[in-house]
DNA sequence: TGTCCACGTTCGGAGTAGCGATACAAAAAA
DNA sequence: TTTTTTGTATCGCTACTCCGAACGTGGACA
């Protein structure tokens, strides 16, 4: 079980941030993120955690230990960015998730 | 869209809790349960948020809005079809998503 | 070798999260 | 009625969040 400052880092490394991008994406300052990462204990606030987690595109609940695995973690996210989408995109989406299966039935 | 403090207060109240309760429950003091509900705008931490979202049996997303109220039963069904799916086939949806998002912005 | 410079690290400080104490009004129970 | 439980509200305090602005440091070019 890693702690948030590890996952908040393994998750930047993974997606190629620096953390100066990932300050920007989460609306925070550099040395913040920093401090997240490296002192103990990491105690951010909900609006902070919230916005971390989107840019790193995973839930609150996953940082927060509140979830179990990173994969259901990334399948919600995706799935909330799916709901956040016009009604069109999101025919999109279903009708290729559609072609897939059926290509790969 | 409701507030943070309103779904406390209305979690809280339709599972019979007190504030007093809550309070215990979530590892907080009576007065800072109340100005969560009452204080404009509170911004709890990461860690009073997910024990209150236990408490009351929700998830921290929900609490901080990133968590939509249950979809329509279209996005549910198209959620179910994703899970089902492997990795490989989840990824390559979850990158065509992006592609989308990213042509439309 | 040198000097950029992108990136990580460190520090001081303003503002605030969160608590315990306290007080009082409503409501409910007795 | 009186008594007890809940909710509302404020105060002072400590510890921490979060920021800006430095400072260090390795690597990429010439």
Redesign the pocket.
Known sequence: MSTLGEKIRDLRKKKGF???QLAELS??????V??L???D?????G??LALIAAALDVTADYLLGAEAEPGTAEDKAFFRKYQKMDAPQKQQIREMLDIINRTRK
Do not use: G, Q, V
Request: glycine share 0%.
């Open positions: 620096t953390l100066d609306k925070s300052s550099k040395s913040y920093w401090e990462e490296n002192k204990p990491p105690r951010p606030s609006e902070k």
